[in-house]
């Protein structure tokens, strides 16, 4: 899947969610990709469920709205919690690899199996959390050694 870079605008929406969860609702707000009560039940769990109100599922509405109203000054949605690295994120940087790096796509996906979540925020903490710590180390050091690959990177022209 390509990678398709996050851009900022002068309009911009964040909540304490995951970053990935912030990658799905903006798909909503800016695309209309999926379905906002699914999305919000699958992303507003565990630590996040105090999101999972009518005042918010009103707020992403009504962006969503705007945005249709007004396509070429779109709010965009983020998710500012870094807490959880959802599935999205793993896609996102395996996306930009395949597009811009195809001779790391290998080694990125040998070092990300196994790492994306396959389980919501809520489940996912306690899951892991219930992990030997040798193997949490070794997680981490896989999820490092895919950073320091890229940082070390330009892409190819």
């Known amino acids: 899947m390509p990678c ?16 990935s969860s912030g990658v799905r609702i903006n798909e909503y707000v800016l695309r209309g990709k999926g379905d906002l ?41 983020l998710g500012d919690d870094m807490g959880y690295a959802g599935p999205e994120l793993y896609q996102r940087v395996s996306g930009y690899v ?22 919501d925020a809520g489940t996912y903490y306690t899951e892991y959390l219930q992990l030997p710590l040798a193997e949490r180390k070794e997680r981490a050091e896989r999820t490092r050694e895919v950073y320091e690959l890229l940082r070390k990177q330009r892409p190819e022209t």
């Not at 398709?4 to 970053?19: D, Q, Y």
């Not at 009504?62 to 396509?71: E, G, Q, V």
Request: aromatic share 12%; no cysteine.
């Open 98 to 119: 395949a597009q811009s790096l195809p001779r790391l796509s290998e080694r990125v996906a040998e070092l990300y199996r196994g790492l994306p979540p396959t389980t």
């Open 37 to 77: 009560k699914d999305i919000a039940r699958d992303e507003f769990q565990g630590s996040y469920r105090i999101w999972n109100n009518q005042d918010y599922i009103n707020l992403i509405e009504w962006t969503r709205a705007y945005n249709l109203k007004h396509p070429h000054d779109p709010v965009q949605f």
């Open 4 to 19: 398709k870079p996050l851009t900022v605008h002068r309009t911009s929406s964040a909540l304490e969610l995951p970053w």
